[in-house]
T-cell receptor, first 110, second 112 residues
Framework: EDQVTQSPEALRLQEGESSSLNCSYT??????LFWYRQDPGKGPEFLFT???AGEEKEKERLKATLTKKESFLHITAPKPEDSATYLC???????????FGGGTRLMVKP | DVKVTQSSRYLVKRTGEKVFLECVQD?????MFWYRQDPGLGLRLIYF???????EKGDIPEGYSVSREKKERFSLILESASTNQTSMYLC???????????FGSGTRLTVV
Protein backbone atom coordinates (compact mmCIF):
# COMPACT_ATOMS: atom_id res chain seq x y z
CA GLU A 1 0.00 0.00 0.00
CA ASP A 2 1.33 3.43 -0.97
CA GLN A 3 2.00 5.83 1.88
CA VAL A 4 2.83 9.53 2.03
CA THR A 5 3.87 11.38 5.19
CA GLN A 6 4.40 15.13 5.32
CA SER A 7 6.28 17.07 7.96
CA PRO A 8 5.97 19.32 9.77
CA GLU A 9 2.19 19.50 10.12
CA ALA A 10 2.45 23.27 10.58
CA LEU A 11 5.24 25.77 10.02
CA ARG A 12 5.42 29.41 11.01
CA LEU A 13 7.98 31.60 9.26
CA GLN A 14 8.85 35.25 9.25
CA GLU A 15 8.74 36.94 5.88
CA GLY A 16 12.08 36.29 4.17
CA GLU A 17 12.94 33.27 6.34
CA SER A 18 13.67 30.37 3.98
CA SER A 19 12.76 26.80 4.91
CA SER A 20 11.80 23.38 3.53
CA LEU A 21 8.78 21.11 3.72
CA ASN A 22 9.27 17.34 3.65
CA CYS A 23 7.29 14.60 1.93
CA SER A 24 8.36 11.00 2.64
CA TYR A 25 6.82 8.28 0.54
CA THR A 26 6.69 4.56 -0.10
CA UNK A 27 5.17 3.49 -3.39
CA UNK A 28 5.13 0.41 -5.57
CA UNK A 29 6.63 1.87 -8.73
CA UNK A 30 6.63 5.67 -8.71
CA UNK A 31 4.91 7.15 -11.73
CA UNK A 32 4.93 10.69 -10.42
CA LEU A 33 5.10 12.81 -7.26
CA PHE A 34 2.91 15.89 -7.14
CA TRP A 35 2.88 19.05 -5.08
CA TYR A 36 -0.27 21.12 -4.60
CA ARG A 37 -1.09 24.36 -2.86
CA GLN A 38 -4.44 24.73 -1.10
CA ASP A 39 -5.87 28.00 0.18
CA PRO A 40 -8.52 27.91 2.94
CA GLY A 41 -11.95 26.89 1.66
CA LYS A 42 -10.69 26.12 -1.84
CA GLY A 43 -9.66 23.08 -3.84
CA PRO A 44 -5.95 22.17 -4.22
CA GLU A 45 -4.06 23.85 -7.03
CA PHE A 46 -1.41 21.92 -8.96
CA LEU A 47 2.20 23.13 -8.55
CA PHE A 48 4.72 20.51 -9.73
CA THR A 49 5.22 16.97 -10.96
CA UNK A 50 8.49 15.11 -10.33
CA UNK A 51 9.17 11.79 -12.01
CA UNK A 52 12.59 10.52 -11.00
CA ALA A 53 15.24 10.90 -8.32
CA GLY A 54 17.44 13.92 -8.87
CA GLU A 55 14.79 15.92 -10.68
CA GLU A 56 14.07 19.52 -9.65
CA LYS A 57 11.32 21.97 -10.59
CA GLU A 58 11.07 25.67 -9.78
CA LYS A 59 8.32 28.25 -9.75
CA GLU A 60 8.91 31.70 -8.31
CA ARG A 61 10.01 31.21 -4.68
CA LEU A 62 9.32 27.46 -4.69
CA LYS A 63 11.65 24.64 -5.65
CA ALA A 64 10.73 20.96 -5.47
CA THR A 65 13.32 18.18 -5.36
CA LEU A 66 13.03 14.40 -5.37
CA THR A 67 15.04 11.48 -4.01
CA LYS A 68 14.11 7.80 -3.97
CA LYS A 69 12.43 8.14 -0.57
CA GLU A 70 11.37 11.76 -0.18
CA SER A 71 10.67 15.09 -1.76
CA PHE A 72 11.35 18.57 -0.46
CA LEU A 73 9.56 21.79 -1.21
CA HIS A 74 12.04 24.59 -0.60
CA ILE A 75 10.64 28.06 -0.03
CA THR A 76 13.10 30.89 -0.54
CA ALA A 77 12.43 34.28 1.06
CA PRO A 78 8.72 33.58 1.55
CA LYS A 79 6.06 36.28 1.52
CA PRO A 80 2.75 36.35 3.42
CA GLU A 81 0.92 35.39 0.22
CA ASP A 82 2.76 32.04 0.30
CA SER A 83 0.70 31.13 3.37
CA ALA A 84 -1.34 28.03 2.48
CA THR A 85 -1.47 24.29 3.00
CA TYR A 86 0.93 22.38 0.78
CA LEU A 87 -0.02 18.85 -0.20
CA CYS A 88 2.15 16.08 -1.57
CA UNK A 89 0.80 13.07 -3.48
CA UNK A 90 2.17 10.05 -5.34
CA UNK A 91 0.90 8.06 -8.29
CA UNK A 92 1.99 4.49 -8.82
CA UNK A 93 2.21 2.50 -12.02
CA UNK A 94 -1.18 0.88 -11.46
CA UNK A 95 -3.24 3.78 -12.72
CA UNK A 96 -4.52 7.30 -12.24
CA UNK A 97 -5.15 7.28 -8.52
CA UNK A 98 -3.17 9.51 -6.20
CA UNK A 99 -2.28 8.89 -2.56
CA PHE A 100 -2.07 12.12 -0.57
CA GLY A 101 -0.13 13.14 2.49
CA GLY A 102 -1.75 15.03 5.34
CA GLY A 103 -0.32 18.37 4.24
CA THR A 104 1.82 21.10 5.81
CA ARG A 105 0.12 24.31 6.85
CA LEU A 106 2.50 27.19 6.19
CA MET A 107 2.01 30.57 7.82
CA VAL A 108 4.27 33.45 6.81
CA LYS A 109 4.18 36.50 9.08
CA PRO A 110 5.05 39.95 7.73
CA ASP B 1 -8.00 25.96 -19.11
CA VAL B 2 -9.65 22.82 -17.85
CA LYS B 3 -12.55 23.35 -15.52
CA VAL B 4 -14.13 21.25 -12.77
CA THR B 5 -17.27 22.78 -11.32
CA GLN B 6 -18.94 21.76 -8.07
CA SER B 7 -22.49 22.99 -7.80
CA SER B 8 -22.44 24.25 -4.22
CA ARG B 9 -19.72 25.87 -2.11
CA TYR B 10 -21.62 25.51 1.17
CA LEU B 11 -24.47 23.22 2.18
CA VAL B 12 -26.26 22.68 5.46
CA LYS B 13 -28.44 19.56 5.71
CA ARG B 14 -30.33 17.78 8.44
CA THR B 15 -29.53 14.30 9.72
CA GLY B 16 -31.32 11.68 7.64
CA GLU B 17 -31.69 13.82 4.52
CA LYS B 18 -30.62 12.52 1.13
CA VAL B 19 -27.90 14.79 -0.22
CA PHE B 20 -26.65 15.18 -3.78
CA LEU B 21 -23.29 16.74 -4.57
CA GLU B 22 -22.71 17.49 -8.24
CA CYS B 23 -19.48 17.74 -10.20
CA VAL B 24 -19.17 18.73 -13.85
CA GLN B 25 -16.02 18.67 -16.01
CA ASP B 26 -15.41 20.21 -19.41
CA UNK B 27 -12.49 17.94 -20.41
CA UNK B 28 -14.30 14.84 -21.69
CA UNK B 29 -12.10 12.75 -19.39
CA UNK B 30 -13.01 9.18 -18.54
CA UNK B 31 -11.86 9.33 -14.91
CA MET B 32 -13.47 11.34 -12.13
CA PHE B 33 -12.89 11.14 -8.39
CA TRP B 34 -14.65 12.14 -5.17
CA TYR B 35 -12.61 12.86 -2.03
CA ARG B 36 -13.42 14.12 1.40
CA GLN B 37 -10.97 16.22 3.37
CA ASP B 38 -10.87 16.43 7.15
CA PRO B 39 -8.36 18.09 9.49
CA GLY B 40 -5.67 15.63 10.51
CA LEU B 41 -6.90 12.97 8.07
CA GLY B 42 -5.98 14.55 4.75
CA LEU B 43 -7.75 13.66 1.52
CA ARG B 44 -9.49 10.30 1.45
CA LEU B 45 -10.92 8.72 -1.69
CA ILE B 46 -14.63 7.91 -1.50
CA TYR B 47 -15.45 6.70 -5.01
CA PHE B 48 -14.14 7.04 -8.52
CA UNK B 49 -15.48 6.43 -11.98
CA UNK B 50 -13.53 5.39 -15.05
CA UNK B 51 -16.34 5.73 -17.57
CA UNK B 52 -20.06 6.37 -17.90
CA UNK B 53 -22.02 4.09 -15.58
CA UNK B 54 -18.75 2.60 -14.26
CA UNK B 55 -17.71 3.12 -10.65
CA GLU B 56 -15.28 1.77 -8.11
CA LYS B 57 -15.17 2.09 -4.34
CA GLY B 58 -12.36 4.04 -2.82
CA ASP B 59 -11.05 3.84 0.71
CA ILE B 60 -14.15 5.09 2.55
CA PRO B 61 -17.31 4.33 0.51
CA GLU B 62 -19.61 3.50 3.43
CA GLY B 63 -22.65 5.77 3.57
CA TYR B 64 -22.10 7.06 0.05
CA SER B 65 -23.09 6.14 -3.47
CA VAL B 66 -22.35 7.70 -6.86
CA SER B 67 -23.95 8.18 -10.22
CA ARG B 68 -22.40 8.81 -13.62
CA GLU B 69 -25.04 8.88 -16.34
CA LYS B 70 -23.12 11.28 -18.60
CA LYS B 71 -19.39 11.58 -19.11
CA GLU B 72 -19.19 15.15 -17.90
CA ARG B 73 -21.13 14.71 -14.66
CA PHE B 74 -20.28 12.70 -11.55
CA SER B 75 -22.62 12.87 -8.57
CA LEU B 76 -21.93 11.90 -4.98
CA ILE B 77 -24.99 10.82 -2.98
CA LEU B 78 -25.32 10.66 0.77
CA GLU B 79 -28.23 8.26 1.17
CA SER B 80 -29.04 9.34 4.74
CA ALA B 81 -26.80 12.13 5.94
CA SER B 82 -25.18 11.80 9.34
CA THR B 83 -23.20 14.27 11.42
CA ASN B 84 -19.96 12.34 10.83
CA GLN B 85 -20.30 13.20 7.15
CA THR B 86 -19.74 16.86 7.89
CA SER B 87 -16.67 17.58 5.78
CA MET B 88 -15.14 19.28 2.76
CA TYR B 89 -15.93 17.31 -0.41
CA LEU B 90 -13.66 17.63 -3.42
CA CYS B 91 -14.17 16.42 -6.97
CA UNK B 92 -11.09 15.80 -9.16
CA UNK B 93 -10.31 14.99 -12.77
CA UNK B 94 -6.87 13.95 -14.13
CA UNK B 95 -5.15 16.65 -16.14
CA UNK B 96 -3.39 14.12 -18.27
CA UNK B 97 -0.40 11.87 -17.87
CA UNK B 98 2.01 13.33 -15.36
CA UNK B 99 -0.02 16.40 -14.47
CA UNK B 100 -1.95 15.20 -11.45
CA UNK B 101 -5.50 16.35 -10.98
CA UNK B 102 -7.61 19.42 -11.45
CA PHE B 103 -9.83 19.90 -8.42
CA GLY B 104 -13.14 21.60 -8.08
CA SER B 105 -13.50 24.42 -5.59
CA GLY B 106 -15.00 22.08 -3.01
CA THR B 107 -18.30 21.78 -1.17
CA ARG B 108 -18.27 22.33 2.55
CA LEU B 109 -21.12 20.21 3.89
CA THR B 110 -22.45 20.57 7.41
CA VAL B 111 -24.93 17.99 8.70
CA VAL B 112 -26.88 19.12 11.74
Amino acid sequence: EDQVTQSPEALRLQEGESSSLNCSYTVSGLRGLFWYRQDPGKGPEFLFTLYSAGEEKEKERLKATLTKKESFLHITAPKPEDSATYLCAVNNNAGNMLTFGGGTRLMVKP
Amino acid sequence: DVKVTQSSRYLVKRTGEKVFLECVQDMDHENMFWYRQDPGLGLRLIYFSYDVKMKEKGDIPEGYSVSREKKERFSLILESASTNQTSMYLCAVPLGYGYGYTFGSGTRLTVV
